[in-house]
Antibody
Framework: QVQLVESGGGLVKPGGSLRLSCAAS????????MSWIRQAPGKGLEWVSY????????YYADSVKGRFTISRDNAKNSLYLQMNSLRAEDTAVYYC????????????WGQGTLVTVSS | DIQMTQSPSSLSASVGDRVTITCQAS??????LNWYQQKPGKAPKLLIY???NLETGVPSRFSGSGSGTDFTFTISSLQPEDIATYYC??????????FGQGTKLEIK
């Protein structure tokens, strides 16, 4: 079965950095586009970033453009999100999600990892 | 970006009730509309894709309809395990795909 397991969250000071990882299993990772989606405490869902199966096509939400970098290692079945210049408003649970197809929608989600940006 | 307006924001109903949630898009999105269920402390789960298609393994009491700008999600007979927050999501205009603000469903 499809499994997505995020790690790397934690408490970081404003302006700091953090790298999230997502380990995928149960499907051919290199065949699928992937996304990061976040949810601030008590709030709704916000798409953050998207990467094609090969890693050649990448998109970011305007709110994180220039600060976050998505990447993947298909040999390791892993997805990453490098987050720099973190702000209080980046505080959220970050979910790794598999995309159902090209430019489609997330069909499987991980359990999420909490990022807290606070001094 | 396409805005998704979901209503109501919260809903209280009894076991066995028929429950309906609506979602309106700020522009025509054809049928590129999905519904997710999120239980407390859990990840969202896809229930309905492309407005009306039931994801594999999802109980048939869940259904969706609509096209263009107006969509409806229905639970035909509410069960205690259906307590959750439900989100609509559009993916019509490439990225960003956007979500409704959610409907929190509680048992009366």
């Amino acid at each position: 079965q499809v499994q997505l397991v995020e790690s790397g969250g934690g408490l970081v000071k404003p302006g700091g950095s953090l790298r999230l990882s997502c380990a995928a299993s149960g499907f051919t990772f290199s065949d699928y586009y992937m996304s990061w989606i976040r949810q601030a405490p008590g709030k709704g869902l916000e798409w953050v970033s998207y990467i094609s199966s090969s890693g050649s096509t990448i998109y970011y939400a305007d709110s994180v453009k220039g600060r976050f970098t998505i990447s993947r290692d298909n040999a390791k079945n892993s997805l990453y999100l490098q987050m720099n210049s973190l702000r209080a408003e980046d505080t959220a649970v970050y979910y790794c999600a598999r995309e159902a197809g090209v430019y489609s929608y997330p069909d499987y989600w991980g359990q999420g990892t909490l990022v807290t940006v606070s001094s | 970006d396409i805005q998704m307006t979901q209503s109501p924001s919260s809903l209280s109903a009894s076991v066995g009730d028929r429950v309906t949630i609506t979602c309106q898009a700020s522009q025509d999105i054809s049928n590129y509309l999905n519904w997710y269920q999120q239980k407390p402390g859990k990840a969202p789960k896809l229930l309905i894709y492309d407005a009306s298609n039931l994801e594999t393994g999802v109980p048939s009491r869940f259904s969706g309809s609509g096209s263009g700008t107006d969509f409806t999600f229905t639970i035909s007979s509410l069960q205690p395990e259906d307590i959750a927050t439900y989100y609509c999501q559009q993916y019509d205009n490439l990225l960003p795909y956007t979500f409704g603000q959610g409907t929190k469903l509680e048992i009366k």
